[in-house]
């Protein structure tokens, strides 16, 4: 299953440009700002959200066949 998360784009009248991702956990959250960042310019600054300290949740999905 894909994971599902949330990106919020706000641009000011001078043109900055700031996102906010919700629903990833973890430092992953990084990443993923800064991929979809990179083709707007550099990134100047990053402020951590509460769910950056979350700890990461690692999905593993698990098939049984009866016999």
């Given at each position: 299953?894909?994971?599902?998360?949330?990106?919020?784009?706000?641009?000011?009248?001078?043109?900055?440009?700031?996102?906010?991702?919700?629903?990833?956990?973890?430092?992953s959250c990084v990443d993923k700002l800064k991929a979809l960042a990179s083709p707007l310019g550099k990134v100047e600054d990053i402020e951590y959200t509460s769910e950056y300290y979350e700890q990461e949740q690692k999905v593993k999905q698990i098939s049984k066949q009866k016999t």
């Open positions: 299953m894909a994971e599902k998360y949330e990106v919020e784009v706000f641009i000011t009248e001078e043109g900055n440009v700031s996102m906010r991702v919700k629903g990833i956990k973890g430092k």
